[in-house]
């Protein structure tokens, strides 16, 4: 169903925000600074929105500005302050100074898949990151979580031991840690920088989710891919309060509900599913060697990561914030949907939504 929602035409003009009778339509605008020809876009906002126009038949709309048209990534919450969009992304890593335990979503190991991932980190907020959020002055939209994060190396890596002292492309935060944690040096730089980075011998390795690997042809350089699933990135979506709030009563009960799904639309679509194996297999066709871990090499990564997490709790503790909890409740929530398939996180997150993430 999602697939084929994918590539519909552009909405029409309605006025935005206002609706006089049952015929109107509610207009609100979405921004991002994604091109139009991303994943992101194409594959998950538009599929979503089509369902959205599908359950409130057509009493919702949005309006569209991609491409970083009317701001940059960094800007989401200013944007939603200054009435520029009703929503957009607003990254919790990219102002990581306004956020505590938000960071402990992305401690190594937590999560099974980005869709459980994106489950969660929602069924987390309420109780634990709701007021740290919402003093940025937003409602969460919802969660999406990224692939996690493996390596591509020139070099054979198994263990902890084996990245000690390597180079490695990074992002910044809590993945900068991780590898630090291990005895690797973390070069941070974006993505799209990599590959002559990586050709040039400024780093050794690439941490990096495997459709950014095969996006970018990393594999025509790294020799060895560990699937190690280190960490997701947990991407926050921010909503304006204003305009949610003036929504009519019908539309801002099921506007909140479809919300709950966009995680999950981005695991089928775009982070997860056919996508992620496809690039796997892009990956493993060039030629590079699949390091296959035993359970013992994949223990001793975990345990490499214990120190990581007891710091974040120690932390968070001495600010007077339930860490040692957040973190305790994260795993046994994550526990429990190990082993579901997409099919089955798309059906319970349809027939459950998570309750008390915007409490109006």
């Known amino acids: 169903m999602l697939a084929i929602l994918a590539g519909t035409a552009a909405v029409a003009p309605f006025v935005r925000g206002d609706r006089t009778d049952a015929g109107d339509a509610v207009v609100l605008r979405y921004t991002s600074h994604v091109p139009s020809s991303h994943g992101l876009y194409a594959r998950v906002f538009r599929p979503w929105e089509e369902l959205v126009n599908d359950r409130t038949s057509g009493q919702l709309r949005w309006e569209h500005y991609v491409d970083g048209l009317l701001h940059g990534s960094l800007d ?5 302050a200054g009435g520029v969009t009703d929503y957009t992304h607003g990254y919790a890593t990219y102002q990581p100074g306004s956020f505590q335990l938000t960071h402990g979503l992305q401690l190594p190991f937590l999560f099974a898949n980005s ?14 990151l709701k007021e740290e959020y919402e003093r940025m002055g937003v409602y969460l939209a919802h969660c999406s979580a990224a692939t996690a994060f493996d390596f591509l190396s020139t070099t054979e890596v198994r263990t902890p031991d084996d990245i000690r002292g390597l180079k490695v492309r990074s992002t910044g935060g809590v993945m900068a840690e991780t590898l630090r944690q291990v005895g690797a040096i973390p070069v941070v730089m974006a993505a799209a920088e990599a590959y002559t980075a990586f050709q040039r011998g400024i780093v050794d390795a690439v941490a990096l989710a495997a459709p950014d690997m095969a996006s970018y042809r990393l594999y025509e350089i790294g020799t060895h891919y560990l699937p190690i699933r280190m960490t997701h990135t947990v991407i926050q979506y921010c909503l304006s309060p204003r305009s949610f709030d003036n929504l009519p009563n ?6 909140y509900d479809l919300f709950r799904l966009v995680g999950q639309v981005a695991n089928r679509n775009f982070y997860g599913g056919e996508g992620l ?7 493993l066709g060039s030629g590079t060697e699949l390091v296959e871990l035993t359970d013992d090499e994949g223990q001793a990564w975990r345990d490499a990561m214990v120190p990581l997490e007891d710091r974040f709790i120690e932390e968070n ?3 007077g914030l339930p860490a040692t909890e957040f973190v305790r409740e994260a795993k046994e929530r994550s526990a429990r949907y190990v082993g579901w398939t997409d099919q089955q996180l798309w059906d319970h997150v349809w027939n459950n939504p998570v309750p008390g ?4």
């Open 357 to 360: 993430i915007i409490t109006t």
């Open 250 to 255: 019908d539309l801002r009960g099921t506007l």
């Open 317 to 319: 503790e001495a600010l």
């Open 277 to 283: 194996e496809n690039a796997v297999e892009t990956i």
């Open 115 to 128: 869709g459980v991932a994106s489950l969660v980190s929602e069924e987390l907020y309420p109780h634990f």
């Open 76 to 80: 989401g919450f200013k944007a939603i």
